[in-house]
């Protein structure tokens, strides 16, 4: 709901302090190590898994792969965003950010989580093709379609974070300066503002919470479709490899999608679980992508396997 707050207009906020995720002291090293080790295994497999659909010819030409490609580099840079700033919220170092640093945040978060957000749907559309339209697909999206659908969900999360990022700091902010969360984000933020926070309440309901929901029922109306024609498949083996491929993507939707619309539905909401809901689509979402799109993509872990096999100079037996 928005507020005004009587606080004076004349003092200048000009950094916040992150108050940071909610925990008893005595885990403060296990959560320190925790989280580290998640930011080391998430950069480390999402860049295994750019590397290999970049060098494996059979890869990087199928718009599924350049989608997944795409995905583990957003993965990359969007837990860079959020994680470091979390991990040095169980050290002892400053919890400050500067006011610029915030609005950085900010946008970055939402440029490019709502371009994974339009990806996730696009990736969902590629694999309704695929499996519904078959003898179509190669015609209905090619490289050159998927390289434009690509450059827009890159576009228009550039400007959904734009307007996320100008309408929240376009308002005065003049003290209290305490985030009480653990990264800039709009209802955290807007709790702070010395003005009239409605029409910023509406916009990220509408712009965030509804997009987002909608986003995630096209893709359940795709994967509904899926499902139909994958019953349609006679044998055994081919049923059991769409449901694979898809079902991997399905579970990764569902972790990311479900914690956003719960937080961004209920903009005005300070409830306690709203942090550790956060941290499964900021920083869970982003190890589990390559864990699930290698262990549950036969073709993937073939392409590892060629990979490795090439570097270390022994060639992959085709038997094998």
């Given at each position: 709901?928005?507020?005004?707050?009587?606080?004076?207009?004349?003092?200048?906020?000009?950094?916040?302090?992150?108050?940071?995720?909610?925990?008893?002291?005595?885990?403060?090293?296990?959560?320190?190590?925790?989280?580290?080790?998640?930011?080391?295994?998430?950069?480390?497999?999402?860049?295994?898994?750019?590397?290999?659909?970049?060098?494996?010819?059979?890869?990087?030409?199928?718009?599924?792969?350049?989608?997944?490609?795409?995905?583990?580099?957003?993965?990359?840079?969007?837990?860079?965003?959020?994680?470091p700033r979390?991990?040095?919220?169980?050290?002892?170092?400053?919890?400050?950010?500067?006011?610029?640093?915030?609005?950085?945040?900010?946008?970055?978060?939402?440029?490019?989580?709502?371009?994974?957000?339009?990806?996730?749907?696009?990736?969902?559309?590629?694999?309704?093709?695929?499996?519904?339209?078959?003898?179509?697909?190669?015609?209905?999206?090619?490289?050159?379609?998927?390289?434009?659908?690509?450059?827009?969900?890159?576009?228009?999360?550039?400007?959904?974070?734009?307007?996320?990022?100008?309408?929240?700091?376009?308002?005065?902010?003049?003290?209290?300066?305490?985030?009480?969360?653990?990264?800039?984000?709009?209802?955290?933020?807007?709790?702070?503002?010395?003005?009239?926070?409605?029409?910023?309440?509406?916009?990220?309901?509408?712009?965030?919470?509804?997009?987002?929901?909608?986003?995630?029922?096209?893709?359940?109306?795709?994967?509904?479709?899926?499902?139909?024609?994958?019953?349609?498949?006679?044998?055994?083996?081919?049923?059991?490899?769409?449901?694979?491929?898809c079902g991997?993507?399905?579970?990764?939707?569902?972790?990311?999608?479900?914690?956003?619309?719960?937080?961004?539905?209920?903009?005005?909401?300070?409830?306690?679980?709203?942090?550790?809901?956060?941290?499964?689509?900021?920083?869970?979402?982003?190890?589990?992508n390559p864990?699930?799109?290698?262990?549950?993509?036969?073709?993937?872990?073939?392409?590892?396997?060629?990979?490795?096999?090439?570097?270390?100079?022994?060639?992959?037996?085709?038997?094998?």
């Amino acid at each position: 709901m928005g507020k005004t707050s009587n606080t004076s207009l004349d003092t200048v906020v000009t950094d916040f302090i992150l108050l940071g995720l909610s925990h008893p002291p005595r885990l403060r090293i296990l959560l320190f190590l925790l989280f580290f080790i998640i930011y080391i295994l998430t950069q480390l497999g999402n860049l295994l898994i750019l590397l290999t659909v970049w060098a494996d010819p059979k890869l990087h030409t199928r718009p599924m792969y350049i989608l997944l490609g795409v995905l583990s580099f957003l993965d990359m840079w969007l837990s860079s965003v959020i994680v470091p700033r979390l991990i040095l919220d169980f050290t002892p170092a400053s919890k400050r950010i500067p006011f610029g640093g915030c609005v950085a945040q900010l946008y970055f978060f939402h440029f490019l989580g709502s371009t994974q957000c339009f990806l996730y749907t696009l990736m969902a559309y590629d694999r309704y093709l695929a499996i519904c339209q078959p003898l179509r697909y190669p015609t209905l999206m090619n490289g050159r379609l998927c390289t434009i659908l690509v450059a827009g969900v890159w576009v228009a999360g550039s400007v959904h974070g734009s307007i996320q990022a100008t309408l929240t700091f376009r308002l005065p902010y003049c003290g209290p300066n305490q985030v009480d969360y653990f990264f800039c984000d709009i209802p955290a933020v807007l709790r702070l503002a010395c003005a009239d926070t409605t029409v910023n309440e509406l916009v990220t309901f509408v712009d965030i919470g509804v997009v987002a929901a909608s986003c995630f029922m096209l893709i359940l109306l795709s994967y509904a479709n899926i499902v139909h024609a994958i019953l349609q498949i006679h044998t055994a083996d081919g049923r059991r490899r769409a449901f694979s491929t898809c079902g991997s993507h399905l579970t990764v939707v569902t972790v990311y999608y479900v914690p956003c619309i719960f937080i961004y539905l209920r903009a005005g909401s300070k409830s306690p679980l709203d942090g550790a809901v956060a941290v499964f689509y900021t920083v869970v979402t982003p190890l589990l992508n390559p864990l699930i799109y290698t262990l549950r993509n036969q073709e993937v872990k073939s392409a590892l396997k060629r990979l490795a096999s090439d570097y270390s100079g022994h060639p992959e037996n085709p038997h094998s």
